[in-house]
């Protein structure tokens, strides 16, 4: 990771956990302004403890979101190139706005079933921060599940059953579902399909900075558990999907204006709770390189 001088000044933040099982408030800091190397280790063992922190009232341009994002990793280019932010790849536009032609301005159905995202690349994604641009006047809220709480909620003997397994996650397990409920998602062009092969990735996945266990399947991209056959595979990924978002492990977020989130992909799964088709809703997501779970 790069790091600013530690000649930059200090601000003067505050991180205060959330009446939640998992995530934090950061009140006070400006992502657009330079963040020193003890600011930034602040931040980063924050997200380390809490998974996902909500950074209140950054009223800051793309190139700072970008270049905040930067600080933690490479930026994922997203495969669905035509909702890019015009001049900024890196950003990814999530919205259920038309433009005055009828075509979608952003991904309408972002986070429709439960994931972590990019689970599906080789080197699934570090973290995403989506920042609040537009919000409705009801709904849009982000459920985030704790996966390290899931993975030690299990029983012993479940625990012990699936953690040598592994399982495959495609890009493409809903893709057509999604597109037969919102006709505004674009069929994606050989090329498209090509960035996005299945990958295989260990059913329990152990995080590479702190040596936490959680569960790595998600309804939205988890097509089977490699060596199972597919009836016993499907029954035993319905159970841990079941599992994995019981109410005791995750944070419903409810956006406030110029919010911007991150979290962790590799310990937590979040999901869109929906927004009334008739209010607009409009945020930029960034996200970061991971590696490859073991």
């Known amino acids: 990771m790069t790091a ?57 341009t793309p190139e700072a979101h970008i270049a905040f994002s930067r600080r ?99 890009y493409l397990a809903k893709y057509e579902e999604l597109r037969a409920k919102n006709p505004w998602r674009p069929k994606l062009s050989q090329a498209q399909v090509d960035q996005v092969a299945p990958s295989v990735h260990p059913v329990v996945r152990t995080h590479p900075e702190t040596g936490r266990r959680a569960l790595f399947v998600s309804e939205h991209f988890t097509t089977r558990i490699v060596g199972l056959p597919q009836g016993e595979g499907d029954a035993l990924l319905g159970e841990l999907f079941a599992h994995s978002v019981r109410p005791e492990y995750v944070y419903r977020h409810r956006w406030a204006p110029h919010d911007l989130v991150f979290w962790d992909n590799r310990s937590l799964m979040h999901l869109a709770a929906g927004t009334p088709d008739h209010l607009r809703r409009k945020l930029y997501r960034t996200t970061i390189e991971g590696d490859a779970p073991f």
Request: proline fraction near 7%; glycine fraction near 8%.
């Open 4 to 60: 600013t001088s530690d000649t930059t000044p200090a601000q003067d933040f505050e991180i205060r956990r959330l009446d939640a099982p998992v995530g934090a408030e950061v009140l006070g800091l400006d992502i657009g302004k330079p963040i020193n190397t003890a600011d930034f280790a602040r931040i980063h063992r924050a997200h380390l403890d809490h998974h996902v922190l909500v950074f209140r009232d950054q009223r800051v």
């Open 72 to 170: 933690f990793g490479p930026l994922e280019i997203h495969v669905l190139h035509q909702f890019h932010l015009a001049g900024h790849p890196e950003i990814l536009i999530v919205s259920n706005i038309k433009k005055p032609d009828g075509e979608p301005l952003g991904l309408g159905d972002a986070g429709a079933y439960w994931h972590s995202d990019l689970s599906y690349k080789p080197k699934p994604s570090l973290g995403s921060l989506l920042h609040a641009q537009e919000l409705p006047s009801e709904g849009g809220d982000t459920l985030f599940a704790d996966q390290h709480l899931a993975w030690e909620g299990l029983s012993s003997a479940l625990q012990q059953r699936i953690l040598p397994m592994k399982a495959e996650h495609s």
